[in-house]
Nanobody, 126 residues
Framework: QVQLVESGGGLVQAGGSLRLSCAAS????????MGWFRQAPGKEREFVAA????????YYADPVKGRFTISRDNAKNTVYLQMNSLKPEDTAVYYC???????????????????WGEGTLVTVSS
């Protein structure tokens, strides 16, 4: 069993930066590919970024390429999402997810994930 807890959300002005963290419980964190997803008010949840178990392969949704960076520290059981040049349209609840048998690109399909966190709210003001 893996529990995921997101943190780091908050209110930021457009053009600013935030770093989200997702802390995982359990000793098998390094076995899992990790991903970030987001859900804006009135919209469906969507893929943001993913990293494979080793941290050596990453995958991004087009709207965040060049602005967001996903990384992981397996020694700390934590995955990060560095968000720069934030835009009002980035406003959403951000969720992390874990899956044992996917690669980074495979994390782009949110259905059937092994574990989800509860989310952290990011609000970008204009």
């Amino acid at each position: 069993q893996v529990q995921l807890v997101e943190s780091g959300g908050g209110l930021v002005q457009a053009g600013g930066s935030l770093r989200l963290s997702c802390a995982a419980s359990g000793r098998t964190f390094s076995y899992y590919a990790m991903g970030w997803f987001r859900q804006a008010p009135g919209k469906e949840r969507e893929f943001v970024a993913a990293v494979d178990w080793s941290g050596g392969s990453t995958y991004y949704a087009d709207p965040v390429k060049g602005r967001f960076t996903i990384s992981r520290d397996n020694a700390k059981n934590t995955v990060y999402l560095q968000m720069n040049s934030l835009k009002p349209e980035d406003t959403a609840v951000y969720y992390c997810a874990a899956d044992r048998f996917r690669n980074a690109q495979g994390m782009g399909d949110m259905y059937g994930m092994d574990y989800w966190g509860e989310g952290t709210l990011v609000t970008v003001s204009s």
